[in-house]
Each structure stands twice: as structure tokens, then as C-alpha cells.
């Protein structure tokens, strides 16, 4: 508790995207993303554009770039699946620097990459504006089941409990000489694994039993309402609203 | 295995969208009465012990190790309802929060790694526990089982749903080969793990597992030397004679699946090859361009015929079992309305 207490996925500022409200950011970065989906991948400056409209999304949130990089570092197994895509797909091939390569591979590989960097940015982009506790009333505003948000804002409050229980089984399991090196040893870890289980299933007994006791009836009050002006849903979908126009002129030139 | 966006196209990804929109409908009914009004407190712990338990590492040889998935996990442990939950919570928090896994590719990803495992692993597991002798090491056997099965099933649904909706131009034989073969290595790892875990939750709090309620000895007393059943604690179900016929339908199953299981051990040398393979792909490349063939190890007809002939009979297989399963338990859930036990099945596939 003593770093604060937003997660470390979300980056603090005041900027006009931070003080947008969640669930006008969440509907856009869906469109975005829809829209950036259904572009033909042969429209290769529409991508750019794309790219362009990202970052002056984050120019205005003041989010560094190397920030915003590094997070993107998350999509690296596609990378290494889109690299071979050129060499296993079929149909036509050029020669490319001595190597055969299928067009269709490239054109897929192109487009798994683009599409995908695309998506990751724009999620991450939405993480690094705003608080987990408001991308969870964000979502119970766009009407996702309340039990869902429910158990998705008790995972997120309690992740990090649980990891660092898992943590301090670790830091036990090392100081009495363990040391797990290879299959002989997942015994030990599976049973630490089923002891983590049992202890955040008692966990969650004892906060359901906390609840009760403080009154919980089955759902949760809802204190602070977040509503958004047209002011701020037209701000917040400038974005998908852009990118719109660059995916009908990509169909269309 | 998450998908990134533009992986499959946008009319497959809204559709998989619905599917895993109305698993999940129905699983929130379906955790409602599997947990009560604890639901929601419970499996967020769960999902937070998911979500943990994925990162937890398990050390395969030097250097390389694994990671748990915990669909079939789940599914054993607090139930197919809460469990497709809980892994859907955790996807859709990856998905929102870290960028792994596409926001558009949302559905795929709950309809692939958290339906399917769930579901695949549980029929499964009931259908083992059905038949094994009612021993706590069965259930054990019935999670390992289980937890093999989930994982190809998951890599088969995905290679459906990419020959029916992907961006790209690799032949449907060479996807499922590759899926299929590397996840049932993945899938002897997941295996192994969620066996041993399982085992280590019914050593300690067999009452907290799913799967093995009704196992529980009733609690008998001491009584001046002699054992009383003690008040209060309901008889377990007793098996009928009846249910002699489900009993054997489930054991044919049991032996198609075990059938499948060798096929797949036999394949598994293949599947390493063929990791192996992909790995050393540039390597491969170089060699074969001074044949001024390049890459025409990919086209051998034969090998890629055997390959395909693999995939589709895994696609059967797997088909097979989840129709044969639900076929089992519909019988079972129609001979059962009548008696409710807690410990019932009420399975709606």
C-alpha cells in the first residue's frame, strides 16, 4: 500500500483524455478498433493514418512515446508468428533478398501486424488514461451483466493480494533450500498452486461473510454515477469517427 | 494463445462475439446456483487466483518452462459455470488492461480458451469420475484426463474458427497440424499440473473441489465401539442398477478417448518436430535454397496429406467425445430429475 494506490498499468495526469469519462473512452477505442479491423489491408496509408490519429491521441494525453512502446513490447509472440507467416503460406511468391516468399504471406503478415500494433495501442492507451476502478463503472455504464463487473472488480482488487501471496510462497519455499529446475520439481509447485488456490477460496469466503455483515444483499450500491455530456461523447469520438473516414476511403480508392 | 485484432475477420469475430456473449449469459445463471449470492465475491477470488496461477512457472528442461492455462483447472475445482466465468473475467481483463488479446478478437478468445476448455474438461472429468471407482485418486486421474483433452480441444475450435474466418493464406492442414501438435504438448504439461494441483486441493479440502463433491464419506461416530452414521449428514447417492447402461456408455467413451489419447502420444514426436522445425526455420530456408527449391519441404504431398488426415481426425475425436458426453449426461440429468441431489449434474450443452 505504501506506492500509492493506482496500478502501475495506469499513468497519472490531468489531461483532457484522463478527465474524459471511462465509458465514453471505452466505446471509442471498441470503435476504433472495429473500424481499424475492417480496413483492407491493401490500403497501406490508411494504417498510417491510423498510426498518425494513436498518436495524437496520446500527444494530447501527454503519454511519452518510449512509454507507450514499451508497453507495445507485449505483442512480440505475434511478431514472431507474423515473420513466418511469408514463408508457410501459399499461392504466388517473390524473391525477396534470396528467400522465396508467398505474397498472400506478406499481404497477411502486413495486416495480422498492423491490425494488431494498432489494437494493442489503442488498449494500452486506454489503460494508461484511466483508473481501473473507473474502466470497471466505465463497463457497468455499457451495460456489461453487473455480477460480471462484479467479479471483475474483485479479481482486480484482489490480484494483487493473491500474486503476492503466490510471492511470499515463493520467498518460502526458496529459504528452505527449493529450487525448481525441472519437471521432478512441479510437485511442489502443484501443491503450492493448490494451497494458493484454497487460500484464496477462503479468502473470498471471509470477504463474502464481511459483506454480508455490512449489509451486501446480492448487489453493490452504486455511489459515484459517471454520466457524460454530448460535449464529451463527440470529443471522445472524434477518434472512431476519423478513423471511419479513412477506412470508407480506403474501400473506396 | 490470445488473438491479437485483425487475426479473423470482423463478420467471424462479431459472431464468436454472440457465442461467447451467450456462454457467459448462461454461466451467470449457471454460477448463481452453483454459488449462490456468494458469486460474486468467490469468483472474483477465483478468477484473481486464475489470473495468478498463469503466471506461476513451472520449469520444463533448462531454460524453457510452462505455464498453467486453468480452464479444465477451473472447471474441476469451482464448477464449468464459475469456471467459464472466471476465465472470461480474466480474458477480458487481459484484454481491457494489458493489450493481450485483441479487444475485436474478445470473443474468440472466450469462445476458444475459456468455453471450450472449461466445457471440454468437464465433461470429460465427469464422464471419468462416473465410471472410475469412487476414490479420490480417480479424480485425480480424471482431472489429468481432462485437463489433456481441453487443451487440443481449445487449438481444434481455434483452427475451425480461422479456416472459417482468417486474414491469412496458410492452408487449413498446416494450421491444425501446428496447433493441434503443439498444444498437445502443452496440453501433457497442463495435464500433469492440474492433475498434481487438483490432488493437493482433495488431500487437504476435498469439500472445496467441485468435481469430487459426493466422494465425501458420510461421517460416521464412534458409539461404544461401533460406527453410527451420524445425524444430519445425507447418504451419499446410491448407484442403481439402472444407470448400468450409462455406466457403459461412458466406458466405450473412456475408450474412444484413450484411443485418441495413444493416437496423440504416437503423434507427439511429430509435434516436436515440427516446433523444432518452425524454430529453425530461416536455418531450413538456407539449406534447401542451394536446392533452388526453396521451402519445397512444405509441399511434400504426402506428409502434409498425413498431417491434415491427423487434424481432421483430432477435430473427430474431439467432436466425438463432447457429443458422446453430452449424450451421456442429458440421459443421466433425464433419470436423475426426479431424485435432485446437490451433487447433481444440471449440465445444458
Not at chain 1, 78 to 88: D, G, N, S, T, Y
Not at chain 2, 134 to 159: D, H, I
Request: with cysteine.
Amino acid at each position: 500500500m505504501g506506492a500509492g494506490h493506482a496500478h502501475r498499468l495506469y499513468r497519472h495526469g490531468h489531461s483532457p483524455v484522463h478527465t474524459l469519462p471511462p465509458h465514453t473512452k471505452l466505446a471509442a477505442v471498441l470503435c476504433f478498433v472495429i473500424v481499424v479491423v475492417s480496413t483492407p489491408r491493401e490500403a497501406m496509408w490508411a494504417f498510417a493514418l491510423y498510426a498518425a490519429l494513436l498518436a495524437a491521441v496520446a500527444y494530447a494525453a501527454r503519454v511519452p512515446a518510449a512509454f507507450l512502446l514499451k508497453r507495445l513490447l507485449i505483442e512480440i509472440p505475434f511478431v514472431a508468428f507474423a515473420v513466418l507467416m511469408p514463408f508457410v503460406a501459399q499461392g504466388e511468391r517473390v524473391d525477396v533478398l534470396g528467400m522465396s516468399l508467398s505474397v498472400n504471406g506478406l499481404w497477411g503478415a502486413w495486416n495480422v501486424l498492423a491490425k494488431g500494433t494498432l489494437g494493442v495501442a489503442a488498449s494500452v492507451l486506454l489503460a494508461s488514461t484511466t483508473e481501473l476502478r473507473e474502466l470497471l463503472l466505465g463497463l457497468q455504464r455499457l451495460k456489461l451483466p453487473p455480477l460480471l463487473v462484479q467479479i471483475a472488480s474483485f479479481m482486480i482488487r484482489y490480484g494483487d493480494v493473491i500474486t503476492d501471496e503466490m510471492r511470499r510462497m515463493k520467498i518460502a519455499r526458496e529459504s528452505r533450500g527449493f529450487e525448481a529446475s525441472g519437471v521432478r520439481h512441479w510437485g511442489v509447485l502443484a501443491k503450492s498452486a493448490g494451497a494458493l488456490f484454497i487460500r484464496s477460496y477462503e479468502r473470498g469466503e471471509r470477504v463474502h461473510l464481511a459483506m454480508v455483515s455490512r449489509g451486501y444483499a446480492g448487489s453493490m450500491p452504486v455511489i459515484d454515477d459517471v454520466s457524460a455530456s454530448r460535449a464529451q461523447w463527440s470529443y471522445a469520438l472524434t477518434l472512431p469517427c476519423a478513423a471511419l473516414v479513412v477506412c470508407l476511403l480506403g474501400w473506396v480508392l | 494463445m490470445h488473438v491479437p485484432d485483425g487475426f479473423i475477420n470482423a463478420p467471424v469475430s462479431a459472431a464468436a462475439g454472440v457465442v461467447a456473449a451467450g456462454a457467459v449469459a448462461v454461466s451467470l445463471r449457471g454460477a448463481r446456483r452453483e454459488l449462490d449470492e456468494r458469486t460474486a465475491p468467490l469468483a472474483g477470488l477465483v478468477a484473481a487466483f486464475i489470473f495468478a496461477v498463469q503466471m506461476l512457472n513451472f520449469p520444463v528442461a533448462a531454460g524453457t518452462s510452462g505455464h498453467l492455462l486453468g480452464g479444465a483447472l477451473a472447471a474441476i475445482l469451482v464448477g464449468p459455470y464459475t469456471g467459464v466465468l472466471c476465465v472470461s473475467v480474466v480474458l477480458l481483463m487481459q484484454g481491457v488492461l494489458f493489450a493481450d488479446g485483441g479487444l475485436t478478437a474478445l470473443g474468440v478468445n472466450i469462445t476458444d480458451m475459456a468455453i471450450t476448455t472449461t466445457v471440454v474438461a468437464y465433461l470429460v472429468f465427469r464422464v471419468l469420475v462416473k465410471v472410475l471407482p469412487r476414490k479420490r485418486s480417480s479424480v485425480t486421474a480424471a482431472s489429468f484426463v481432462a485437463a489433456l483433452l481441453s487443451v487440443p480441444a481449445a487449438a481444434v475450435v481455434f483452427t475451425l474458427i480461422y479456416a472459417i474466418g482468417g486474414t491469412t493464406d496458410v492452408s487449413i492442414g498446416k494450421v491444425a497440424t501446428a496447433m493441434v501438435g503443439v498444444h498437445v504438448l502443452i496440453g501433457i504439461g497442463e495435464a500433469v499440473i492440474t492433475a498434481l494441483t487438483v490432488g493437493a486441493v482433495v488431500a487437504v479440502r476435498p469439500d472445496l473441489v467441485y468435481g469430487a463433491r459426493g466422494l465425501n464419506r458420510p461421517l460416521k461416530l464412534r458409539v461404544g465401539g461401533e460406527l453410527v452414521d451420524a445425524a444430519g449428514t445425507p447418504a451419499p447417492a446410491a448407484v442403481r442398477g439402472s444407470q448400468r447402461k450409462v455406466w457403459l456408455t461412458g466406458l466405450v467413451t473412456s475408450l474412444v478417448l484413450a484411443g485418441f489419447v495413444s493416437f496423440y502420444a504416437s503423434a507427439h514426436p511429430d509435434g516436436l518436430e515440427k516446433v523444432a522445425h518452425d524454430k529453425g526455420i530461416d536455418a531450413k530456408a538456407r539449406k534447401h535454397a542451394s536446392d533452388g527449391s526453396p521451402l519445397a519441404g512444405y509441399g511434400v504431398k504426402d506428409v502434409s496429406d498425413a498431417r491434415l488426415s491427423g487434424g481432421l481426425a483430432g477435430v473427430i475425436g474431439v467432436g466425438v467425445t463432447v457429443v458422446a458426453g453430452s449424450g451421456v449426461f442429458w440421459v443421466v440429468r433425464r433419470r436423475r430429475t426426479a431424485d435432485t441431489s446437490p451433487s447433481q449434474l444440471t449440465e445444458t450443452v
